[in-house]
């Protein structure tokens, strides 16, 4: 069983940064695949980056890439996702997420591979 929480999220001006942060609980963290996720209003959850538990393999969403980068430490249980550049279009509530994995170096962008969630942290970008 894992337990997610993040935290970091908050009003930020377009062109500006957050860090976001994700901490888990349980003795299984090193097992786990990571992800992050956002929903928009009125929109579906989208992924936007993944990280394998080893935390050599990246993946990210095309509006993300080359402004945010997802990183992982598997001695303190924890998962960040620096987001620079931000744009209004980011306006979202931003959810971390673990998914059961066998493969070091395995990733997974879609939400029915993960297996436990946080309660999502919410990100707003001002034009």
């Known amino acids: 069983q894992v337990q997610l929480v993040e935290s970091g999220g908050e009003l930020v001006q377009a062109g500006g940064s957050l860090r976001l942060s994700c901490a888990a609980s349980?003795?299984?963290?090193?097992?786990?695949?990571m992800g992050w996720f956002r929903q928009a209003p009125g929109k579906e959850r989208e992924f936007v980056a993944a990280?394998?538990?080893?935390?050599?393999?990246?993946n990210y969403a095309d509006p993300v890439k080359g402004r945010f980068t997802i990183s992982r430490d598997n001695a303190k249980n924890t998962v960040d996702l620096q987001m620079n550049s931000l744009k209004p279009e980011d306006t979202a509530v931003y959810y971390c997420?673990?998914?059961?994995?066998?493969?070091?170096?395995?990733?997974?962008?879609?939400?029915?591979?993960?297996?436990?969630w946080g309660q999502g942290t919410q990100v707003t970008v001002s034009s």
């Open positions: 997420a673990a998914a059961r994995t066998f493969g070091d170096n395995a990733y997974y962008t879609r939400e029915n591979y993960y297996n436990y």
């Open positions: 349980g003795r299984t963290f090193g097992s786990v695949a």
């Open positions: 990280i394998s538990r080893s935390g050599d393999s990246r």
